[in-house]
Antibody
Framework: EVQLVESGGGLVQPGGSLRLSCAAS????????MNWVRQAPGKGLEWVAN????????YHADSVKGRFTISRDNAKNSLYLQMNSLRVEDTAVYFC??????WGQGTLLTVSS | QAGLTQPPSVSKGLRQTATLTCTGN????????AAWLQQHPGHPPKLLSN???NRPSGISERFSASRSGNTASLTIAELQPEDEADYYC???????????FGGGTKLTVL
């Protein structure tokens, strides 16, 4: 059974940085694309970034390009999202999503002064 | 990035059939197909149907997905109270190299 457990969310001031983590299990992590998707309070889903199994290809949404970086450590079965220059509008629940669209429970990021 | 288009809300009666639509373009729905997700308040989304219109194990046969051109559809038969939720479509957009979502449809079961 695929399990995805996010961590690292919290309260950050505008302009700050944070790194989210996702621990994956139940599948051959290194073989598959992985994604981050976010959902602002009361809003819809927004794709943030994804990364190929070997880490060699990654894409980021225009809204986070240049500020966020997706990465992975296949030895640790872990996915990461490094978030810099955070803005109030980045406030959301961040979900780790597997290649076959299994979702973690999410971790809440709040950007506020 | 441009998203997919879904009606904001649909209301249907108990045991009726609801059909939710999702409109994109050639580069996303038309070429890649669309997945469907169900989300209840306070919970993460759950996959109902992948981009090949296949249901994961454990998903009721009452949920069926299809596609015609650039429009994907999710049909929910014999509506139950627990079907009341937000439904999202999503697809990979090969032109944008981005995963796009619809704005979501809130389904109300009367």
């Amino acid at each position: 059974e695929v399990q995805l457990v996010e961590s690292g969310g919290g309260l950050v001031q505008p302009g700050g940085s944070l790194r989210l983590s996702c621990a994956a299990s139940g599948f051959i992590f290194s073989s598959y694309w992985m994604n981050w998707v976010r959902q602002a309070p009361g809003k819809g889903l927004e794709w943030v970034a994804n990364i190929k199994g070997d880490g060699g290809v990654r894409y980021h949404a225009d809204s986070v390009k240049g500020r966020f970086t997706i990465s992975r450590d296949n030895a640790k079965n872990s996915l990461y999202l490094q978030m810099n220059s955070l803005r109030v509008e980045d406030t959301a629940v961040y979900f780790c999503v597997s290649f076959d669209l299994n979702w973690g429970q999410g971790t809440l990021l709040t950007v506020s002064s | 990035q441009a998203g997919l288009t879904q009606p904001p809300s649909v209301s249907k009666g108990l045991r009726q059939t609801a059909t939710l639509t999702c409109t994109g373009n050639y580069y996303n729905v038309g070429n890649q197909g669309a997945a469907w997700l169900q989300q209840h308040p306070g919970h993460p989304p759950k996959l109902l149907s992948n981009s090949n219109n296949n249901r994961p194990s454990g998903i009721s046969e009452r949920f069926s997905a299809s596609r015609s051109g650039n429009t994907a559809s999710l049909t929910i038969a014999e509506l139950q109270p627990e079907d009341e939720a937000d439904y999202y479509c999503s697809a990979w957009d090969s032109s944008l190299t981005a995963w796009v979502f619809g704005g979501g449809t809130k389904l109300t079961v009367l």
